[in-house]
């Protein structure tokens, strides 16, 4: 399935979640040494002898690590910062814990918490991908046959079930279906021959037909319209959906269709993803029908689905409807102005966004500022907006920073590979100066922003207590440009982003014939006179 539409633009991303096997037993064996060795809190509650200590530090890293695992089971497409951050706070919160409480108690309350995590969610997924035999499925699913067991939440993920193992759980699903509530059968036929990986997935349909699930997740089988109706037993009898995935699933427009046809109640639905699909137009008008039937809809993903102008205006005017809407993911599409417009229209009716990624979708100024316009009156507690690749040029702004300027919660803007230019990132730096103390990130790379534009930018956003990253890589600024910025974040080298990518002979090819030499001596003129320019309403 070709999904190369703009990848070309997209940032090389660094995944910090999950930690080696390397890295974990270096965390049990430091947190060994803070649980026996001499501190301000050993000192207070007591030290643990070697043997306790080693015992109390793995349980210890294993509860972080598994309710770390499922925060970044819920943003799976980020970088795993937030997973990161959750797993070394548990570890400090279950450490201290530990001191306080003494080794035997302690040791007690830890194994009942690794317990009740046991019973209720059973996982294969982790490990290296691999094709399941019959006697391995035997032994991996073992205790899902235990009399009694409590298990709510399956992931049968990464690895991949052909026949014999199919038949071996099949029995095992049919038992468990009328407790589950959550069941995570994404990437389990890779590999697989298509009659095969469809009778497999006919056997798990048929097994787990009739339960009552609150997520369901086929994400990564390369599904088609023939996988979709391979499942439709299950997808029939399922009401009570709340969360559904089908990502990376090869959906067409026929497969699109079977979705909207197969499921019958998407009226309790409030995360829907469809991500990575080959859905097109006509797919998309399918969707639509199902985002309509979706009132409880917070979080609705259809990226890099190939959807153009009129898949994108179906969509918009769905979603028109969700108005508890809390994150919109609509990036890598071939909307255009008109979609954009549309999707203005709905915005404005969206009064509890909180996240909206809107990355190249053909925006141009246009769709852009009739967008910034509808959430300038809307979401006032937006966190992320991402607008990037758009071919958003200065004319669009005074909008952006209008808008900007009243969203008093953000944490993240991404405005990269536009071409804003100096004056454009001076009218959003100024959008940021007062308040925004939330602010962590600001991606303005690939702008043709020179010398002025990035030392303003700078000196903004550095003032932001907990910023973690500027990134205006790729930009035209001249070598003493990059040094005054350097200088500017002297005491937070590590929040400053790379500059590469910055090309300080570059030309941003102004019609006028300004080249970058030409356009540095008269820097300090324009940023004299941006100096005075104030956020207000645009017309």
Known sequence: MDTTSNSKHRPF????????????????????????????????????????????????????????????????????????????????????????????????????????????FF????????????????NLLRPLKEPGNSYTKICFSNRSFGLEAARVAEPILVSL???????????????????????????????LEGSVLKSLNLSNNALGEKGVRAFGSLLKSQSCLEELYLMNDGISEEAAKAVCELIPSTEKLKVLHFH?????????LAIS????????LEDFRCSSTRVGSGGGVALAKALESCTNLKKLDLRDNMFG??????????????????EVYLSYLNLEDEGTVAIANALKESAPSLEV???????????????????IAAKQHLTKLNLAENELKDEGTIQISKALEEGHTLLKEVDMSTNFIRRAGARHLAQVVVQKPGFRLLNINGNIISDDGVDEVKEVFKKYPDVLGSFDENDPEGDDD?????????????????????KNLEVGQEE
């Open 289 to 296: 029908d199902v985002v309509k039937r979706s009132p409880l």
């Open 385 to 403: 907006l991402e607008m990037a690749g758009n071919d958003i040029t200065v004319d669009a702004a005074p909008t952006i920073a209008a808008c």
């Open 510 to 530: 102004d019609d006028d014939g300004e080249k970058s030499g030409e356009g540095e001596a008269n820097e300090d003129e324009l940023e004299s006179k941006m």
């Open 123 to 138: 996982d294969i997924s982790k490990g290296q991908r691999a094709f399941i035999k019959a006697e391995e499925a035997e």
């Open 337 to 354: 102005v008109e979609a954009g417009v549309a999707l203005s229209k709905a915005l404005s009716k969206h009064l509890d966004l909180v």
């Open 13 to 120: 991303s660094i995944k910090l979640w999950p930690p080696s096997e390397s890295t974990r037993l270096v965390l049990v064996q430091r947190l060994t040494n803070n649980l026996s060795s001499n501190s301000i809190f050993t000192q207070k509650y007591g030290a643990l002898n070697k043997e306790d200590a080693e015992e109390n530090a793995k349980k210890i890293e294993d509860i972080a690590f598994n309710v770390a695992n499922e925060q970044y089971d819920r943003e799976p497409d980020g970088d795993g910062g937030a997973a990161v951050q959750l797993y070394a706070k548990e570890c400090s919160k279950l450490l201290l814990e530990v001191l306080k409480r003494g080794p035997e108690e302690k040791e007690k309350e830890l194994a009942s918490q690794n317990n009740a995590s046991a019973e209720t």
């Open 177 to 207: 279906k009328n407790q589950l509530k959550e069941v995570d059968l994404s990437d389990f036929i890779a590999g697989r021959p298509e009659t095969e990986a469809l009778e497999v997935m006919n056997i798990f349909s048929a097994a």
């Open 276 to 284: 990575n699909n080959m859905t097109g137009d006509e797919g998309a």
